[in-house]
């Protein structure tokens, strides 16, 4: 969960451990306002997923991010 200032952009770096990938990731506004706009959301690197969020709006926004990770073999 995070929190956007009017007219900034946030990022997320979600971090997988013990070994783990990185197999999915996205975001989701907490409020239906419209006004966050993603300007990314990507894997960052086999154990890193990427969100970069832009409030459009002229108040706070708050989103929440979430990623997958598992255990990957060759």
């Not at 007219?7 to 783990?20: A, N, P, R």
């Not at 300007?39 to 409030?55: Q, V």
Request: proline residues 5%; positive net charge.
């Amino acid at each position: 969960f995070a929190s956007v200032p009017p007219g900034k952009q946030e990022h997320f770096l979600g971090i997988c451990t013990g070994g783990k990938k990185i197999i999915s990731g996205g975001w989701r506004e907490t409020t239906s306002s419209g006004d966050l706009v993603s300007t990314g959301s990507y894997p960052s690197s086999d154990f890193a997923w990427m969100a970069r969020i832009k409030n459009t709006g002229t108040v706070s926004r708050s989103f929440s991010c979430y990623y997958i990770c598992a255990q990957v073999s060759p």
